[in-house]
């Protein structure tokens, strides 16, 4: 199979500080890696786009100084949300891409960030 | 924007087949279709994906039709756990790093 990790699985913190999110490709290396972001009832969004060794490639209106991606390894990206606000509560879902799958993506299980 | 039409949402009775439908008329030759499922407050889980053939995986069936303008995903034997929001999207396979758009995706309800 095709296994995703996300650490953690869910956090609270208070306004201002920062969260750190984990996501492992656990049996493949992915040099893409993806983040979305989800609010309640609504679809994946998508965040950014990481890509092993090199700068997240973001989308329209994330702010990239708030978001920061980091993918330093084949099997391994961050995402930091720096100065934290309840705004920012949502789920966050990363996926690995599998280029030997017909660039299939694998989901992680998602962490929920609630901001107090 | 989602290249994809399906409908918002669909009951089917436990144990028997759910066709989900998905339009997708404006699909490139180098697109291929993925079917993604997502049970609530998880991540979605990949189904099966599709270029112009059927398909078939110990999950679920997937029907292209001839012209590729539309699919059907097939859950042979519906259980209380397929119940979920699934995702039909279209995207290039060309080297990696294309992004996956989802749309409102259909709610499948199974019935007990």
């Known amino acids: 199979g095709a296994v995703v990790s996300q650490h953690p699985s869910w956090v609270i913190c208070k306004s201002g500080t920062s969260v750190k999110i984990e996501c492992r490709s656990l049996?493949?290396?992915?040099?893409?890696m993806f983040w979305y972001r989800q609010f309640p009832k609504q679809s994946l969004m998508l965040m950014a786009t990481?890509?092993?060794?090199?700068?997240?490639?973001?989308e329209q209106g994330v702010e990239k100084d708030k978001f920061l991606i980091n993918h330093a390894s084949l099997t391994l990206s961050t995402l930091t949300v720096t100065s934290a606000h309840p705004e920012d509560s949502s789920f966050y879902i990363c996926?690995?891409?599998?280029?030997?799958?017909?660039?299939?993506?694998?989901f992680g299980p998602g962490t929920r960030l609630t901001v107090l | 924007d989602a290249k994809t039409t399906q409908p918002p949402s669909m009951d089917c009775a436990e144990g028997r087949a759910a066709n989900l439908p998905c339009n997708h008329s404006?699909?490139?030759?180098?697109?291929?279709v993925y079917w993604y499922r997502q049970i609530h407050s998880q991540g979605p889980q990949y189904i099966i994906h599709?270029?112009?053939n059927n398909e078939t995986n110990e999950m679920a069936s997937l029907i292209i039709t001839e012209d590729r303008k539309s699919s059907t995903l097939i859950l042979p034997h519906a259980t209380l756990r397929d119940t979920a929001v699934y995702y039909c999207?279209?995207?290039?396979?060309?080297?990696?790093?294309?992004?996956?758009?989802f749309g409102t995706g259909t709610r499948l309800t199974i019935i007990p």
């Open positions: 996926s690995a891409e599998r280029l030997d799958v017909a660039d299939t993506q694998y």
């Open positions: 049996d493949f290396q992915a040099t893409t």
């Open positions: 990481s890509n092993e060794g090199s700068k997240a490639t973001y």
């Open positions: 404006t699909i490139s030759g180098n697109e291929y």
């Open positions: 599709g270029l112009k």
């Open positions: 999207i279209v995207k290039v396979s060309n080297f990696g790093n294309e992004k996956l758009t």
